[in-house]
């Protein structure tokens, strides 16, 4: 069955460390996304892809790095620069990024604490 | 700015009907989205609106009105797996930019 697969499900950062959280697509698709989930806040767009080797900025990029080397694969890290990395990220992707009607699939999630 | 207001909480009973209500001001408009989360698990795509009007897909129907930036989904014959956050997120200009909303949590009671 395709889908997208994050891992690890749960992750903990220690203080001054960098964290790499995995996300694998086999739907084929050109557009991958990074969101981060706060309990009553939307997701907010960290980085985008719409193709291999290239990348954007989203709204809330700084303190993260991704990279797309393969279509199948979006890796975030989690830099020591994110002061506040406490969160539900999700990964997504979707068969274009400019398509309309094209709704972004989901992966479960990876929920990233402080020790 | 861009916004998506929608309830942060609603409670309906087992076998109701249930309407869930977005408004939105974004840059530019390329379509509007809702989709089901329950907690701790993956979102999940349940519809799309462009044009206004209704759009249905079995128990779930989604209304837009681009002209007040609004839209809702309407939920018959509620069941207990319905319990879940129901998330609306618009496409704005620029092809790639979806904002979402915060989400509406649904309890669904016997």
């Known amino acids: 069955d395709g889908g997208i697969t994050q891992s690890p499900k749960y992750l903990f950062r220690k203080e001054g460390q960098n964290v790499t959280l995995s996300c694998e697509q086999n739907?084929?698709?050109?557009?991958m996304y990074w969101y981060r989930q706060d309990p009553g806040q939307g997701l907010r767009l960290i980085y985008y892809?719409?193709?291999?080797?290239?990348?954007q900025k989203g709204d809330i990029a700084e303190g993260y790095s991704v990279s797309r080397e393969k279509k199948e694969s979006f890796p975030l890290t989690v830099t020591s620069a994110q002061k506040n990395p406490t969160a539900f990220y999700l990964c997504?992707?979707?068969?274009?990024?400019?398509?309309?009607?094209?709704?972004?699939?989901f992966g479960d999630g990876t929920r990233l604490s402080i020790l | 700015g861009q916004n998506i207001d929608q309830p942060t909480e609603m409670t309906a009973t087992e076998g109701a009907i249930v309407q869930i209500n977005c408004t939105y001001q974004t840059s530019g408009f390329n379509g509007l989205f809702w989709y089901q989360q329950h907690a701790g698990e993956a979102p999940t795509f349940l519809s799309y609106?462009?044009?206004?009007g209704l759009e249905e897909k079995g128990r779930f129907s989604s209304f837009l009105s681009r002209s007040k930036g609004y839209s809702y989904l309407l939920l018959k014959e509620l069941q207990m797996k319905d319990s879940a956050s129901y998330l609306c997120?618009?496409?704005?200009?620029?092809?790639?930019?979806?904002?979402f909303g915060a989400g509406t949590r649904l309890f669904v009671k016997a």
């Open positions: 609106n462009v044009l206004d």
């Open positions: 997120a618009v496409k704005g200009t620029g092809g790639f930019k979806t904002i």
């Open positions: 892809s719409q193709i291999v080797n290239d990348f």
């Open positions: 997504a992707s979707s068969i274009g990024v400019s398509g309309r009607n094209q709704p972004q699939h």
């Open positions: 739907l084929n698709h050109d557009a």
